[in-house]
């Protein structure tokens, strides 16, 4: 008689933990085995420890062989799945303004479905509007269903408004006489504009028959006006 000895072939088991994945994060590959002795191998160059940590680009399957002792093989698979990170694009309509003006934010994604959140306490909305009094940098960051995350910012700048002054010299005269208007302004470059018909200069002459109010205002280079 004879005897031919017949060893099992192992039950590989893989799991990947978590088996989906944002873009640029991990996942721990684990393998056993139902008989004990086993060794494995996985692919992907991944080397022979039955817990090993993958960061995949791409939705990726990692194969792993189990040998027993006896040299009895069997196989299984894995796979991680990764989804993409949202392209998040904010816009500030308009990127400048004066103060006391306002800007309107807004928001969007590449993936269908992503969400927002705004820095500064501006909430969920993918348009929002914004009255800063000094120049200020917005963050929004949108978040797909599959909960990866994309971040960008948008800047609205703040001009301010220039301060105006106005002098008459002398401030009362008699019937007849004239007195000279000036108007200077805190920022440089201001232009100016009076009413009553009085022209751009910073400097004119008047004489009012009664007495009269003259306005002057001031437009700064980057069209911000005082009065």
Not at 169 to 177: A, D, K, W, Y
């Amino acid at each position: 008689s004879v005897t031919v000895t017949v060893h099992p072939l192992p039950t590989i088991t893989a799991t990947a933990t978590p088996s989906e994945i944002c873009l640029n994060e991990s996942s721990d590959l684990m393998v056993s085995s139902d008989i004990p002795g086993t060794t494995f191998s996985w692919s992907n160059g991944l080397g022979t420890n039955p817990n090993v940590t993958v960061s995949p680009t791409t939705t990726t399957t990692y194969s792993v062989t189990g040998t027993t002792l006896e040299g009895c093989t069997g196989t299984t698979a894995v796979t991680v799945t990764v989804h993409p990170l949202p392209m998040i694009t904010a816009t500030a309509t308009p990127s400048e303004i004066c103060l006391n003006e306002s800007s309107e934010l807004m928001v969007s994604s590449d993936i269908t479905g992503t969400t927002f959140n705004w820095s500064n306490g501006l909430g969920t909305n993918p348009n929002v509007t914004v009255s800063p009094t000094t120049t200020t940098t917005y963050s929004v960051t949108g978040t797909t269903n599959e909960g990866c995350t994309g971040t960008t910012s948008v800047t609205v700048t703040v001009h301010p408004l220039p301060t105006i002054t106005a002098t008459a010299t002398p401030s009362e005269i008699c019937l007849g006489e004239s007195s000279d208007l000036m108007v200077s302004s805190d920022i440089t470059g201001t232009t100016f504009n009076w009413s009553n018909g009085l022209g751009t200069n910073p400097n004119v002459t008047v004489s009012p028959t009664t007495t009269t109010t003259y306005s002057v205002t001031g437009t700064t280079l980057e069209g911000c006006t005082g009065t």
